[in-house]
């Protein structure tokens, strides 16, 4: 119920009751609250103009000040309320209490939105206007939409990466920089593996001695990052969410070395950042702008129709596809990416198997023979909703996932290959590898 | 706060105890939702205390005494003010007391105290719908007088009150978004 219709309520009961009372006191009470309604109603015409002021470039998980500018074109003064009703899902925001708005006063409003990574096109919140009795509002929305750019934060990257370097051995085990003939020897500093402490030497100049092993020809990291659609859609936490993070934290614990990324598509390498040793975690969060597909949006009972094609249309599709799709030749993204890498280098390739298997099997058979290769799938079982389930769901997951474990042993004979769920990180990759 | 002490200097004059808890009414602004249930309920009982049989026939003063001060209640509830009085305040509740030996005075203060809680709306069109509706109103009355003013015809005035108020809405009546209770 309204509060203006509670008050209309008590407007007909004071008729009826002066009626059947025969107490013209209560008409004239009804008809004088009836007036001061009318009042109310003809005095609110609130004009307010709203600009919304924010960074375009944010970085996820850090609070971001979203400055709010009203002006008030009226001689009235006005209750205002702030609501975030357009932020994409994700998105946080601390709304400000409400407050009053002066006659022709102009104010900014500050408050903290907290994002998520991506690349949005934000609109401006809704401002509820209301009167000082707060009977009525007007719902100002404008039309302006600011393109903000959010990239994963360093920070928490370092942060989930607790070793400060990936250490000596699984490097070794990753990409193989190091012989076991001795270089040189050096005094110890942090970080370096007790193991490679050379007591004799320590005993002797009486300071902690490590011993340099001679390195290998070091060869260039390039982390391959599927974004197709596969990887984009949003069941639980999406599998971009995590393989941008994956592919971060990877970067950041092979610091010290070479380290490039190439982001592909279904359709096309997106970006590509040659390796570097120089400010490449930087360079690379910027690279690593892409957002989820909430299918819950768009509708989940989609996966549910299933065509029928024979084997002829399908193959008519296959080649036809591309092309109404837009892809430039009938490369797909992937072969697009690998085609870009020079030299024997060291891949670590993000996808999920499931998207294009033939073709990710063929490659990595062929990718094998000049570069050593790790590949990282997320596992799209792992990533389901729980609140989703149901018995049919399961039966479905249970055969998709005896499936899996199948392609994951024949992509083992080919490659090193990790099946991933959401919390596995950088830590349970290493811990595999050295196993 | 003003409201509630006009209200109850009102009750005096009009000789109804209804208005003794206005306070209580008053206090409960701080929740809108709840002062407007306890507003029904004052608005109600007030109208099983305070009878008037005939409009042409009625006590102007004491009727003004309660009817304007219970929408200066409604008012003041329904306003975000403080509960602190200034110096005006004082000085109308100090005009308002002589008006339990002058009524008169009663009558002129609480007009006043309702000019002076409307003027910080500054109000403009507002002005001109509250004018023309008592206008109208009054004249109406003086109008149909021959055809209004009988022995027992209280309930036709109530409904002849009513198709007013109704006119005032069709005429003046906007389209708004209403708030809600209890959000």
Same mark, same amino acid.
Not at chain 1, 214 to 221: A, G, N
Not at chain 2, 32 to 57: H, P, Q, R, T
């Given at each position: ?135 009525? #509002?007007? !719902? $100002?929305?404008?039309?302006?939409? *600011? +393109?903000?750019?959010? &990239?994963?934060? @360093?920070? %928490? /990257? ?105 982001? #592909?598509? !279904? $359709?096309?390498?997106?970006?590509? *950042? +040659?390796?570097?040793? &120089?400010?490449? @975690?930087? %360079? /690379? ?122 392609? @994951?042993? %024949? ?25 | ?183």
């Amino acid at each position: 119920m309204k509060r203006e219709e509670l008050l209309i309520l008590l407007v007909i009961l004071l008729f009826v009751q002066g009626y059947l009372l025969r107490n013209v006191f209560s008409a004239l009470l009804a008809f004088f609250i009836l007036v001061y309604l009318t009042y109310l109603r003809s005095e609110f015409f609130p004009r307010i103009k709203v600009k919304r002021i924010i960074d375009k470039n944010l970085v996820e998980g850090v609070k971001v000040i979203s400055k709010l500018k009203l002006k008030n074109t009226t001689n009235k003064r006005f209750k205002v309320s702030i609501v975030e009703k357009f932020l994409p899902i994700g998105f946080k925001a601390e709304i400000p209490d409400d407050f009053i708005l002066n006659e022709n006063e102009e104010k900014e409003v500050k408050y903290h939105i907290i994002p998520v990574r991506g690349t949005y096109k934000i609109k401006s919140p809704i401002v509820r206007v209301k009167d000082l009795r707060e009977l009525y #509002y007007v !719902d $100002f929305i404008s039309d302006e939409e *600011v +393109e903000i750019e959010v &990239y994963p934060s @360093i920070d %928490k /990257i370092r942060e989930d990466v607790k070793a400060e370097r990936i250490d000596v051995t699984t490097a070794k085990a990753l990409i193989g920089l190091q012989s076991l003939d001795i270089h040189s020897l050096r005094k110890y500093q942090y970080g370096d593996d007790l193991k490679f402490v050379d007591w004799k030497a320590t005993a002797r100049l009486r300071e902690l001695i490590v011993k340099d092993f001679l390195k290998e020809t070091e060869s260039d990291v390039y982390i391959i990052l599927d974004v197709g659609r596969e990887m984009r859609k949003g069941i639980k936490n999406s599998k971009i969410d995590y393989a941008t993070t994956l592919a971060l934290q990877l970067v950041y614990a092979l610091r010290d070395y070479r380290v490039g990324i190439i982001i #592909y598509d !279904d $359709f096309g390498v997106k970006r590509k *950042v +040659e390796p570097s040793k &120089y400010q490449q @975690i930087e %360079k /690379i969060v910027k690279s690593l702008r892409v957002s989820p597909i909430h299918l819950d949006l768009i509708s989940t009972k989609l996966s549910e129709i299933s065509f029928k094609l024979s084997k002829e249309s399908r193959d008519f599709i296959k080649k036809v596809l591309p092309i109404i799709k837009g892809r430039r030749s009938f490369s797909t993204g992937l072969i697009e990416a690998i085609s870009s890498i020079p030299s024997p280098s060291f891949l670590i390739f993000i996808s999920d198997i499931t998207a294009h298997t033939s073709e990710l099997v063929k490659v990595l058979s062929e990718l094998k023979k000049k570069h050593r290769i790790l590949l990282l799938t997320p596992n799209p079982i792992l990533f389901y909703d729980e609140s989703k389930l149901d018995r049919e769901k399961i039966l479905w997951l249970y055969k998709r996932y005896i499936e899996r474990e199948e392609l @994951i042993k %024949k992509l083992n004979k080919i490659v090193p290959t990790l099946d991933l769920g959401p919390s596995d990180l950088i830590d349970l990759i290493k811990e595999a590898i050295k196993c | 706060m003003l409201s509630v002490i006009l209200a109850i200097i009102g009750g005096i004059i009009a000789g109804i105890k209804t208005p003794l808890i206005s306070p209580l009414i008053y206090l409960s602004k701080f929740k809108k939702d709840l002062f407007l249930i306890l507003f029904f309920i004052y608005c109600i009982a007030l109208c099983y205390e305070f009878k008037v049989g005939d409009v042409y026939s009625l006590d102007v003063i004491t009727i003004s005494a309660v009817l304007i001060p219970s929408i200066l209640l409604l008012d003041s509830g329904l306003k975000c003010e403080n509960l602190r009085l200034n110096i005006v305040d004082f000085t109308i509740i100090a005009i308002a007391l002589l008006g339990l030996i002058v009524r008169e005075v009663f009558l002129i203060v609480t007009l006043f105290a309702v000019c002076y809680q409307f003027s910080n709306d500054k109000p403009r069109k507002g002005i001109f719908v509250v004018l023309i509706s008592f206008s109208l109103l009054i004249l109406s009355l003086i109008l149909c007088k021959n055809l209004l003013n009988y022995i027992g015809g209280s309930p036709t005035q109530v409904v002849f009150i009513a198709a007013i108020g109704i006119l005032i809405v069709v005429i003046f009546w906007k389209r708004v978004e209403k708030t809600d209770m209890f959000t």
